[in-house]
């Protein structure tokens, strides 16, 4: 190996393989193939010690990436574990899903291939899974201040294992059978496998936090009777109100939400019950509207699921390849990314505009379009041109709607409880996570807007702490 000084200059980056395509679109497995223990050695090797490091800045956790990349390079998996865990909750969750703000911010990724960051960290967790290393965080001491979660996503599994580890006594409502919030019901098993929640959910139980599954707050309990029974509640529940295209065809059987349709996949695959109809691709010709990862899903699933042809067209234009003077480094630039399941059959379509469904009996069976172009405007802005001529209709047989999320559901709990919304409709809090009613907090994306794992990880870390120092009195 290569001393460290020049391990940036004399090691390429080379990243964990993939299954071959022909194998892994036969089932819902994990994709990746992580590398050896030397070869990650060597990846961590190209960590160049670059004193400002942008990485830690990047990470909206602040992990300490120099640090545990230099422990791995000198063959120390649990120091590098260790470090890891004073800022990551779960790394097994990010290590595999976050679209690595780190790298993007990387000093290297100046002029060169970043340090592959996400997988250094997705290396050094299972190591540490292995070697067991990583055992529940039970506190040694218990206070008395019984805490209510509401919402098993990330946000609210992070809220819970910090505020347990500080002694108190959490326990988590999810209304679903299982916790995980949209890892599990929206991110599919091939890109997270749900193994990896149900370990860390099994670690949480040991710690003495308690989960109720199958509990809807607002339908079994109401959120008045949780408020007075506990001494604060923290809700995490997400934005689940998907954004629709309403353009004339839309009420046609055929057109589904991404999520929905996620979901019931997910579902499908352990057995759970689901309502409605089977949202099936299998010898369908499936249009996924919306460029991005929620849509990538989508192809990913069609294509596993036996789709004929799988098309996925967005509005905007095809991103760039790298960066230009409005994305400069280190911020994170909105690049172009062809995922694994790209690569499993999918034609693009950037700058197309969905007109009208159409439809026979009632069902969807094509769709209208139009090319579109974005001009600069004197105002400075862009705004959308329909370029004449481009019309035109295609078969289709199912719609995918991956348009992004509008806000956190008003129709349950939240619209009967009073609590404040902000002008986009998610929950509104004070700087210390608490919302209009007392002892009722906040976190995650109901409290941000749709967002990623890892800031929904952080929000409800920084909730954690919020409501300690309010049972505590510490301000
Ligand atoms: C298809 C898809 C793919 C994505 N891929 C990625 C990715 O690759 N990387 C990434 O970083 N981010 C990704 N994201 C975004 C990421 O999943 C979310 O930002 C994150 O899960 C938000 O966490 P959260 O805990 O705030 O909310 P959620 O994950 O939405 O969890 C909220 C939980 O609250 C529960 N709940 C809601 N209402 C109630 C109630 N009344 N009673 C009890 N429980 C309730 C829900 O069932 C859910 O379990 C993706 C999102 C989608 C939709």
């Given amino acids: 190996m290569s001393s460290k000084l020049t391990g940036f200059m004399d090691i390429e980056r080379k990243n964990f393989s993939n299954r071959s395509i022909s194998d892994r679109v036969k089932d819902f497995d994990s994709v990746n193939i992580p590398l050896t223990e030397s070869e990650m050695m060597a990846q961590a090797n190209r960590c160049m010690d670059c004193g400002t490091s942008f990485c830690n800045w990047g990470c909206p956790l602040g992990n300490l990436i120099p640090e545990w990349n230099d422990l791995v390079y000198i063959g120390d998996w649990e120091g590098a574990y260790h470090k890891l865990a004073l800022t990551a909750n779960f790394p097994e969750f990010t290590g595999r899903i976050c ?49 209510a979660v509401i919402g098993g996503g990330p946000s609210g599994l992070a809220a819970a294992d ?34 990896i929640i149900e370990r860390r959910v099994d670690l949480m139980k040991a710690a003495g936090i308690i989960f109720v599954n199958g509990m809807k707050i607002g339908r079994d309990i109401k959120l008045e009777t949780l408020s007075k029974e506990y001494d604060a509640t923290i809700m995490a529940c997400g934005t689940w109100v998907p954004r629709d295209l309403n353009i004339p065809g839309r009420d046609l059987k055929g057109i589904y939400f991404a999520v929905d349709y996620l979901s019931q996949q997910t579902k499908k695959y352990f057995g759970e019950k689901f309502e409605g ?92 379009g139009i090319k579109v172009e974005w001009i600069k405007e004197k105002d400075d802005r862009y705004h959308l041109t329909e370029l004449e001529g481009t019309g035109f209709e295609m078969d289709v047989d199912m719609v995918l709607i991956a348009a992004g999320f509008l806000h ?25 996570h608490m919302t209009s009613l007392k002892k ?27 409501v300690d120092r309010f049972l505590m009195r510490c301000e």
């Fill in 440 to 466: 009722v907090f906040a976190a995650g994306d109901m409290r941000t807007g749709q967002s990623l794992v890892v800031k929904a990880i952080l929000d409800g870390k920084q909730a954690a702490t919020n």
């Fill in 99 to 147: 679209p690595s703000l780190c790298e993007a911010a990387c000093v290297l990724g100046v002029n060169r291939d970043a340090v592959s960051i996400r997988e250094i960290e997705q290396s050094i967790v299972e190591t540490a899974f292995e070697n067991g290393w990583i055992q529940p965080r039970t506190p040694k001491v218990r206070t008395n201040k019984k805490i």
């Fill in 162 to 195: 910090d505020l347990n580890a500080l002694g108190h006594r959490v326990t988590v409502y999810e209304r679903e059978l299982r916790v995980g919030g949209l890892m599990r019901y929206g991110i599919p098993n091939y890109k997270l496998d749900k193994s």
């Fill in 408 to 432: 956190t559901e008003h129709d349950g709990f939240i619209g009967k409880s009073g609590i404040s919304l902000d002008k986009s409709g998610n929950v509104s809090t004070d700087d210390k």
């Fill in 277 to 368: 109809e089977d949202l099936n691709a299998k010898d369908k010709v499936v249009l996924v509207i919306g460029g991005g990862d929620t849509g990538a899903d989508c192809v990913g699933t069609a294509n596993r699921q036996g789709a004929k042809k799988v098309y996925q067209f967005e509005i905007l234009p095809k991103p760039l390849i790298c960066r230009d003077e409005s994305m400069p480094w280190p911020t994170y630039p909105k690049l172009y990314k062809s995922t694994t399941a790209h690569e499993e059959g999918c034609i693009n379509e950037w700058e197309v505009a969905t007109k009208e469904f159409l439809g026979k009996e009632g069902h969807l069976s094509g769709i209208r």
